[in-house]
């Protein structure tokens, strides 16, 4: 079945540094891309997509890149900040198929020291 | 507009105990999801409903079960509760077929 594999950190960084956190897939279709993000005591957010091969999503700084070749969609922000502490999770969702069902990494915890 | 609401947020019950756990999704919105979170396995997906019908469901016992109402409300059920049970579980609704998803602050089930 499809699956997503990402980093599982957790990452800690200093402010205004750069940030990656990688992400693979596995999946039989052609599916549409998420990253989503999950803040302390919240539930998750989405912080940016891309549905088909070579779309870039961006929001708030991060971008990511829809590889087909290379079957990822690696998260980046070249400069992070205290607030951008949280849990990041990769998605992936065969909408195709008729349904909202997501498939999520297991979430990669991101610390931003001052 | 408001978001999506889940009740109760915290709950405490026991082993072998049941459990209802409600979802208000976003207005117009039809399509309703529930996703468990532990830390161990992370988010898995339990099921989806559109329009009062079960479009998808995951790979969960039959203790695990749902229902959608005609105003898109949402309640899942889960019977006889272990403690593996325990876990903050996610509502989360949407407009259309877009996977984009909003999602509900969760409520926490601790079972004893």
């Known amino acids: 079945g499809d699956s997503v594999t990402q980093m599982e950190g957790p990452v800690t960084l200093s402010e205004e540094a750069f940030l990656t956190i990688n992400c693979t897939y596995t999946?039989?279709?052609?599916?549409?891309l998420f990253w989503y993000v999950q803040y302390p005591g919240e539930g998750l957010q989405l912080l940016l997509k891309?549905?088909?091969?070579?779309d870039k999503g961006s929001n708030k700084g991060f971008e990511a890149t829809y590889r087909k070749e290379t079957t990822s969609f690696h998260l980046e922000k070249g400069s992070v900040q205290v607030s951008d502490s949280a849990v990041y999770f990769c998605?992936?969702?065969?909408?195709?198929?008729?349904?909202?069902?997501?498939?999520f990494g297991k979430g990669t915890k991101l610390t931003v020291n001052p | 507009k408001a978001g999506v609401t889940q009740t109760p947020r915290y709950l405490i019950k026991t082993r072998g105990q049941q459990v209802t756990l409600s979802c208000s999704p976003i207005?117009?919105?039809?399509?309703v999801s529930w996703y468990q979170q532990t830390p161990g396995q992370g988010l898995q997906f339990l099921f989806e409903?559109?329009?009062?019908?079960?479009?998808n469901k995951g790979n969960f016992p039959g203790r695990f079960s749902g229902r959608q109402f005609s105003n898109s409300r949402s309640e899942m059920n889960v019977s006889t509760l272990e403690l593996g049970d325990s876990a903050l579980y996610l509502c989360?609704?949407?407009?259309?077929?877009?996977?984009?998803?909003?999602f509900g602050e969760g409520s926490r089930l601790t079972v004893l």
């Open positions: 989360a609704s949407s407009l259309s077929a877009t996977g984009e998803l909003f």
């Open positions: 999946a039989t279709g052609y599916p549409s």
């Open positions: 891309a549905t088909k091969a070579d």
């Open positions: 998605a992936l969702s065969d909408v195709g198929g008729g349904s909202e069902k997501l498939v």
């Open positions: 207005s117009g919105h039809r399509s």
């Open positions: 409903y559109f329009s009062e019908t079960q479009r």
